[in-house]
């Protein structure tokens, strides 16, 4: 059974970045899709951005567009996602998933596999 640990999270000023690493265990996420999602207190768990198991597509919640990138390394068993630009409003607990299902997804509910988080906040 796979596991899923994130890292990377931390304190960085409004235009700065931040790399985000999901590291998995037990089982490889070889042939799934992956994603990033985050929750703010008081909000809701929203979707950030998912890439399919072969790395070739992606996609991304429009208000992270242009700024974050997800990608993939399947021989570390690692999922990144890369925030540039970052904004006060990025601020939340940030998670990574692995779907039971193929191509892009966006639902929660169509994860099956959670990491335990990772705080990244913004200062401005």
């Known amino acids: 059974q796979v596991q899923l640990a994130e890292s990377g999270g931390g304190l960085v000023q409004a235009g700065g970045s931040l790399r985000l690493s999901c590291a998995a265990t037990g089982r490889t996420f070889r042939s799934n899709t992956m994603g990033w999602f985050r929750q703010a207190p008081g909000k809701e768990r929203e979707f950030v951005a998912t890439?399919?198991?072969?790395?070739?597509?992606?996609y991304y919640a429009d208000s992270v567009k242009g700024r974050f990138t997800i990608s993939r390394d399947d021989a570390k068993n690692t999922a990144y996602l890369q925030m540039s630009s970052l904004k006060p409003e990025d601020t939340a607990v940030y998670y990574c998933a692995r779907s039971y299902r193929p191509g892009l997804v966006l639902r929660v509910l169509e994860y099956e596999v959670w990491g335990q988080g990772t705080q990244v906040t913004v200062s401005s």
């Open positions: 890439i399919t198991w072969s790395g070739r597509s992606t």
